[in-house]
Nanobody, 115 residues
Framework: QVQLVESGGGLVQSGGSLRLACRAS????????LGWYRQAPGKQRELVVI???????TYGDSLKGRSTISRDNAANTWYLQMNNLNPEDTAVYYC?????????WGQGTQVTVSS
């Protein structure tokens, strides 16, 4: 079992930046894949970014070029830096981890971008 706890969401003005954090209850080096998804009201959950154990990273179209994933394995934490945000980025952001064949999700953190 892996617990994931997000932090860092909130309200930001258009053009602003936010950094989200996700802390795992297990050694993050043991996770095959970790990353972020988001879900806007009335829309399906979509990929923001995933980072795989082999070091490869895939960014979804939604924040490509405006986001960066990073990790601090010593703290079992990974981060999502988001820049140049706009109101269309308003959503609940979920961190994600794959441990073995089991997927885990955080509880979600709200990001609201005002115009």
């Amino acid at each position: 079992q892996v617990q994931l706890v997000e932090s860092g969401g909130g309200l930001v003005q258009s053009g602003g930046s936010l950094r989200l954090a996700c802390r795992a209850s297990k050694n993050s080096r043991s996770l095959n894949t970790l990353g972020w998804y988001r879900q806007a009201p009335g829309k399906q959950r979509e990929l923001v970014v995933i980072s795989r154990h082999d070091g490869s990273i895939t960014y979804g179209d939604s924040l490509k070029g405006r986001s960066t994933i990073s990790r601090d394995n010593a703290a079992n934490t990974w981060y999502l830096q988001m820049n140049n945000l706009n109101p269309e980025d308003t959503a609940v952001y979920y961190c994600y981890a794959l441990h073995g064949r089991t997927a885990y999700w955080g509880q979600g953190t709200q990001v609201t971008v005002s115009s």
